[in-house]
């Protein structure tokens, strides 16, 4: 196992993440203990000190079934770390009792490790109104009796979200979890939300390094060009592979479902294999090959907006549309078009088209609206 220094730990560069469980008969809530077990057993023997939960996590079990299979090591031979659960509305008048709640489920008098919960769009305002909800204070206040080792956040929010928790927060803040891998180094702004962290010299932490799966296997051109270059490295391996290129980052989290993937990580972080220039430019063009297809290609130029009787961000409209539809669906869009007043939303258009009648890419926006709007 490969060591990042974190303010003078030694963190396993693979952190264990528990949302993808093994479970029973497919039920999401049903996670299956002897399984979970075996699999932190080997995690621990193979060199993996960082477990990383959440409140909502598996219908609210994860953190109990992390908590039975970590009680079985010294509580000095791992770090855990869980998550203030401020995606939900019901959640941010609570945060002393789910704290406390929290505790007790992973059988720990501290957590090492204590995150706000994905920083987005639709919960950015109750994060920072401290005198309503008090997240903030109670946290940092857990920390300063010693119950929080390091506080930091995780966020999917776009750009002016992370800036806004930064300026509040910013210096009170460890480190911050991002979706960051190949495909969103572009895709969600990923270059530019590590480059804003490192200027406030904040360690990057990674989730869904693998971006759920899709970069386990590419199209067999693809794949091609990758064995080219290192016959002897698995495909999913070169999203790890390009994330230890990145000094800034210092933790990589994987949901892993079974052993046969624990000991596949296990085997990619025996060593620190980064990307030269040759390697990395190849897999972001990759990168850019797989993004072409199903997206539309906005530049971001700004004229339609100007053209729109609606007043509609449609750039920022068709980026969500993007990841909608690359994604196959998942709450990255519909979370941060919730935040959207109704009259802001795709489904606003007129479809006037006198947005198209400005747009240098020729792009066909009111029906993309359209779709994005049957999609939703």
């Not at 949302?19 to 993996?48: F, K, Y």
């Not at 270059?191 to 869904?208: G, H, N, Q, T, Y």
């Not at 919730?338 to 747009?359: G, I, T």
Request: hydrophobic residues 40%; contains cysteine.
């Amino acid at each position: 196992m490969i060591y990042r220094d974190f303010q003078g730990l030694k963190l396993s560069a693979l952190g264990f993440g528990a949302m993808r469980l093994p479970v029973i008969n497919g039920d999401d809530s049903r996670v299956d203990q002897a399984a979970v077990t075996r699999m932190v057993d080997t995690a621990m023997a193979g060199g993996i000190n960082y477990y990383d939960t959440a409140w909502g996590y598996h219908g609210e079990n994860s953190e109990t079934a992390m908590g039975k299979a970590l009680s079985r090591h010294p509580r000095n031979s791992f770090f855990v770390a869980t998550k203030f659960p401020g995606y939900d509305p019901s959640n941010w008048g609570r945060v002393k009792e789910i704290f406390e709640t929290q505790l007790k489920k992973l059988n720990v008098e501290y957590f090492d490790f204590y995150l706000f919960h994905n920083v987005c769009e639709m919960n950015i305002d109750a994060y920072l109104d401290d005198e309503k909800y008090g997240i903030y204070s109670y946290l940092t206040e857990q920390k300063k009796n010693g119950r929080i080792r390091h506080l930091g956040f995780s966020c999917h929010g776009a750009m002016p979200v992370l800036k806004r928790f930064l300026d509040a927060y910013g210096n009170d803040m460890e480190f911050c979890q991002l979706q960051l891998n190949y495909l969103d180094w572009t895709f969600q702004g990923g270059r530019e939300k590590v480059a804003l962290l490192d200027e406030m010299r904040i360690p990057v932490w990674v989730m869904e390094p693998l971006r759920g799966g899709k970069l386990a296997r590419l199209a067999p051109d693809l794949e091609r060009q990758l064995k080219t270059l290192r016959p002897d490295e698995e495909i999913a391996a070169w999203a790890f592979r390009f994330l230890q290129s990145l000094k800034s980052v210092k933790m990589i989290l994987s949901g892993m479902s079974d052993m046969e993937q624990l000991e596949k990580n296990l085997r990619t972080f025996s060593d620190d294999r980064p990307l030269n220039g040759t390697e990395m430019e190849t897999l972001l063009g990759i990168a850019d090959k797989m993004l072409s297809s199903g997206t539309v290609p906005c530049t971001a130029c700004h004229y339609c907006v100007s053209h729109c009787p609606q007043g509609l961000d449609i750039p920022h409209l068709i980026a969500l549309y993007n990841e909608h539809a690359y994604t196959g669906g998942g709450f990255i869009a519909p979370m941060a078009l919730s935040a959207l007043p109704e009259d802001k939303r795709p489904q606003a258009c007129l479809q006037c088209r006198s947005c198209e009648q400005v747009c240098p890419q020729q792009i066909r926006i009111s029906e993309v609206l359209a779709d994005f709007s049957e999609k939703l």
